[in-house]
RNA sequence: GAGCCAGUAGCUCAGUCGGUAGAGCAGCGGCCUUUUAAGCCGUUGGUCCGGAGUUCGAGUCUCCGCUGGCUCACCA
């Protein structure tokens, strides 16, 4: 870096800017690739960074990188002068420039552009880490890559300078994000924004963020859903409505949990559950064929097929088919002796609905790799869900399942006033006990309720999640630019 | 919170049995007007994560700690 300085000073002296202010930039390093019949011999401005130098005494080759990948250009002593030449020879990698020149192909055959005049456009004061590539076979192979998970995740400017398949990624994230936006506003979706300041919080079982607001000189929590907003709003009248939501959940972080991660939300009227698995099917398809031009997927090593229909089972079912054990009529204590017998563990302050989704998560769900709908929940565990029609003790709800993970959640929503009233009760008494997550009691969405909601049927994907599965991620801070760190101490 | 692994030059990493701290790339100085992991010659660069201990002697062995990664637990 002390080099890069007197560099810096040096570059001063000869009276040049070594930060300008702008750049008239003609063609970007992808269109001139694809389109180098017409641009052959054509004049072009383009302007990068620096990210390789091949000095040849008076002559050089470089490589600049754009948004869209890297072109090389060629410079000549004595075409754009002696002191531009020298200047150029003080550059370094990571010095973003500006080149004018007509593009050409070299000896080797590699398109590039031949300079009449560069530009420095922002010195690089920061060594970048080196990364050398080479094709062979057609393959890329990279020598020192930055691979340091920490530093990656730190300086993600730096990853996603030097590791163009992390760009991808949130290329695709971004496309992604587009591909169901545009998949509900064709059926009649309205996008909506509810608070993530939240005076009472709900919606899901999670601890929150707590925050203070001067004024009103009182608690407020950042959401950890909007669930509860968005029914208000087929309360009244909205018919279907949906929200990117950023949540936030004070837990821990691992692969799959970020305090901060997006779910989309999304409610209709006059459906169930059944409707809204179909929904979710196409939805799912839509996406990846949009965005990947397949519905065939590989994640983790298999493969994955999203064509709909999905398999379906209730979650008894699943439970029978991969532990053999009927557990449909059972009561709390064979469930418990279920549990033991199959070596799962439970412990006794579970009652019977935890007991069955330890098993469930335990030995079937990392076994369910395609994508497979789970349906018919014990009632414990959802207090926003309504009752089965059919079934006592289950909630109409289902999870999608894909690659042994959850990726979504949904359910005929709960819309009996009295019924929801009682289900917080519950809640609360499971507060009292001291479970920190259980969810309050929110007087003003059960006075929604009382005005009358229609039958609806709500979904929630994590959409981090579902990056993840689409572009074959394995971390959750692989889809987040700047995930949460730790804090930096030096 | 527990277990496993790692931390050595700007980057990627080697370092044997405990015996003077290494390579490639990057940097710096030279040569080179179609190269591409450019090449050739020369050269700079180190709190070996920190601390304590064992030892004549520790990057290496022991203990404690720090940081990170992975797995598990917790958690949607």
Same mark, same amino acid.
């Given at each position: 870096?002390?080099v890069r300085f007197e560099k810096l000073n040096r570059l001063r002296e000869l009276g040049i800017n070594p930060y300008p202010y702008e750049y008239e930039q003609?063609?970007?390093?992808?269109?001139?690739?694809?389109?180098?019949?017409?641009?052959?011999?054509?004049?072009?401005s383009v302007a990068g960074r620096m990210?390789?130098?091949?000095?040849?005494?008076?002559?050089?080759?470089?490589?600049i990188?754009?948004?869209?990948?890297?072109?090389?250009?060629?410079l000549?002593?004595?075409?754009i002068g002696e002191q531009d030449f020298e200047i150029f020879k003080m550059l370094d990698?990571g010095d973003l420039i500006g080149i004018k020149?007509?593009?050409?192909?070299?000896?080797?055959?590699?398109?590039?552009?031949?300079a009449r005049e560069f530009k420095l456009l922002a010195k690089s004061l920061r060594?970048?880490?080196?990364?050398?590539?080479?094709?062979?076979?057609?393959?890329?192979?990279?020598?020192?890559?930055?691979?340091?998970?920490?530093?990656?995740?730190?300086?993600?400017?730096?990853?996603?300078?030097?590791?163009?398949?992390?760009?991808?990624?949130?290329?695709?994230?971004?496309?992604?994000?587009?591909?169901?936006?545009?998949?509900?506003?064709?059926?009649?979706?309205?996008?909506?924004?509810?608070?993530?300041?939240?005076?009472?919080?709900?919606?899901?079982?999670?601890?929150?963020?707590?925050?203070?607001?001067?004024?009103?000189?009182?608690?407020?929590?950042?959401?950890?859903?909007?669930?509860?907003?968005?029914?208000?709003?087929?309360?009244?009248?909205?018919?279907?409505?949906?929200?990117?939501?950023?949540?936030?959940?004070?837990?821990?972080?691992?692969?799959?949990?970020?305090?901060?991660?997006?779910?989309?939300?999304?409610?209709?009227?006059?459906?169930?559950?059944?409707?809204?698995?179909?929904?979710?099917?196409?939805?799912?398809?839509?996406?990846?064929?949009?965005?990947?031009?397949?519905?065939?997927?590989?994640?983790?090593?298999?493969?994955?097929?999203?064509?709909?229909?999905?398999?379906?089972?209730?979650?008894?079912?699943?439970?029978?088919?991969?532990?053999?054990?009927?557990?449909?009529?059972?009561?709390?204590?064979?469930?418990?002796?279920?549990?033991?017998?199959?070596? #799962? $563990?439970?412990?006794?302050?579970?009652? =019977? &609905? /935890?007991?069955?989704?330890?098993? @469930?998560? !335990? %030995?079937?769900? +990392?076994?369910?790799?395609?994508?497979?709908?789970?349906?018919?929940?014990?009632?414990?565990?959802?207090?926003?869900?309504?009752?089965?029609?059919?079934?006592?003790?289950? #909630? $109409?709800?289902?999870?999608?399942?894909? =690659? &042994? /993970?959850?990726?979504?959640?949904? @359910?005929? !929503? %709960?819309?009996? +006033?009295?019924?929801?009233?009682?289900?917080?009760?519950?809640?609360?008494?499971?507060?009292?006990?001291?479970?920190?997550?259980?969810?309050?009691?929110?007087?003003?969405?059960?006075?929604?309720?009382?005005?009358?909601?229609?039958?609806?049927?709500?979904?929630?994907?994590?959409?981090?999640?579902?990056?993840?599965?689409?572009?074959?991620?394995?971390?959750?801070?692989?889809?987040?630019?700047?995930?949460?760190?730790?804090?930096?101490?030096?």
């Amino acid at each position: 870096m002390k080099v890069r300085f007197e560099k810096l000073n040096r570059l001063r002296e000869l009276g040049i800017n070594p930060y300008p202010y702008e750049y008239e930039q003609t063609h970007k390093s992808k269109e001139i690739k694809e389109n180098f019949e017409q641009l052959e011999k054509q004049a072009v401005s383009v302007a990068g960074r620096m990210m390789t130098v091949r000095l040849m005494g008076k002559a050089a080759f470089c490589d600049i990188q754009d948004e869209q990948g890297r072109i090389q250009i060629y410079l000549r002593k004595n075409e754009i002068g002696e002191q531009d030449f020298e200047i150029f020879k003080m550059l370094d990698i990571g010095d973003l420039i500006g080149i004018k020149g007509e593009v050409f192909k070299t000896r080797t055959g590699e398109i590039s552009v031949f300079a009449r005049e560069f530009k420095l456009l922002a010195k690089s004061l920061r060594p970048l880490p080196i990364v050398k590539e080479k094709e062979e076979d057609g393959k890329r192979i990279v020598y020192d890559q930055f691979a340091d998970k920490e530093m990656r995740y730190r300086q993600r400017y730096v990853d996603l300078i030097v590791n163009p398949e992390v760009k991808e990624v949130f290329v695709k994230r971004t496309q992604i994000i587009r591909a169901i936006r545009s998949f509900l506003d064709e059926r009649g979706f309205l996008e909506v924004e509810t608070p993530i300041l939240q005076p009472i919080y709900g919606g899901a079982t999670a601890r929150p963020f707590v925050t203070y607001h001067n004024a009103l000189d009182r608690k407020l929590y950042l959401r950890i859903a909007n669930e509860l907003y968005l029914k208000r709003l087929i309360v009244g009248g909205f018919e279907r409505v949906y929200e990117f939501a950023k949540d936030f959940r004070n837990e821990g972080m691992d692969r799959f949990h970020n305090p901060e991660f997006t779910l989309l939300e999304l409610y209709v009227a006059y459906k169930d559950y059944k409707w809204m698995m179909d929904f979710v099917e196409q939805l799912f398809a839509h996406v990846a064929y949009q965005v990947l031009g397949t519905t065939k997927i590989h994640f983790n090593g298999n493969e994955i097929d999203l064509t709909p229909p999905w398999q379906r089972l209730t979650m008894y079912e699943a439970i029978e088919k991969f532990t053999g054990v009927d557990i449909s009529n059972m009561d709390e204590k064979q469930l418990r002796e279920t549990a033991d017998k199959l070596k #799962v $563990e439970v412990t006794p302050e579970m009652g =019977a &609905g /935890k007991i069955i989704d330890e098993i @469930f998560g !335990e %030995l079937v769900e +990392p076994k369910l790799i395609q994508p497979t709908f789970i349906y018919d929940y014990p009632i414990e565990m959802s207090p926003l869900a309504k009752k089965h029609r059919e079934k006592p003790g289950l #909630v $109409e709800r289902f999870e999608p399942i894909i =690659a &042994g /993970k959850e990726v979504a959640n949904a @359910f005929s !929503e %709960l819309n009996d +006033p009295i019924d929801q009233k009682e289900r917080f009760l519950e809640q609360l008494k499971l507060r009292e006990r001291g479970d920190e997550e259980a969810q309050m009691m929110d007087e003003d969405y059960i006075r929604a309720l009382e005005y009358g909601m229609p039958p609806t049927a709500g979904l929630g994907i994590g959409i981090d999640r579902m990056v993840m599965l689409l572009t074959d991620q394995p971390s959750i801070r692989d889809v987040i630019l700047f995930p949460q760190m730790r804090p930096e101490n030096k």
